[in-house]
């Protein structure tokens, strides 16, 4: 399977880990989980077609890393560049969250913390997703201030929670 394809067939469905393993498998891409330097969540390897998972992470860190690191190998990505990075993050978001089930949410959630928590992500997909050009980023939790948009990050390697 094309992995272009597989990721535009899933996306805005919140795929399952085993939905998003089963797209690397059909692609091409190997996954592992693997003991990672201290900080890092994930990384790709363009060259190997391999991602690698820290040992430790929650199944929602899992699922949301496995997604980011999906999205470097969707667009070849072989640094990790503040312009790589943030395309990582919004194909990420676009797929693990489903704008139905947000809007849903949005109306009870008091927080962002609650929304993630509803929508299995974590709190920096949420963020990310209301940063997506034309995405729903008015909806915003109940109490929670409305989003907007975030400075560019400087170049990281860790990924905490994606």
């Known amino acids: ?35 990672l330097p201290p900080d890092w969540l994930g990384a790709y390897d363009d060259a190997g077609r391999r991602i690698l998972l820290a040992r430790g992470l929650t199944p929602v860190e899992q699922r949301c890393v496995l997604a980011h690191e999906l999205g470097h190998a969707l667009h070849g990505h072989a640094g990790g560049s503040p312009a790589d990075e943030r395309a990582a993050e919004r194909f990420a978001a676009r797929v693990l969250i489903d704008p139905v089930a947000l809007r849903a949410a949005s109306a009870w959630a008091r927080d962002d913390h609650e929304l993630a928590d509803e929508l299995g992500v974590t709190v920096e997909v949420v963020r990310d997703y209301r940063a997506l050009p034309g995405s729903a980023a008015c909806v915003s939790a109940r109490g929670s201030a409305p989003a907007r948009p975030r400075a560019a990050r400087a170049p990281r390697r860790r990924r905490r929670g994606r």
Do not use: H, N
């Open 1 to 35: 399977m094309d992995l272009r394809r597989g990721a535009a067939a899933l996306a805005g469905t919140s795929p399952t880990l085993t939905e998003l393993v089963a797209l690397c498998r059909e692609a091409g891409v190997e996954m592992r989980v693997v003991r």
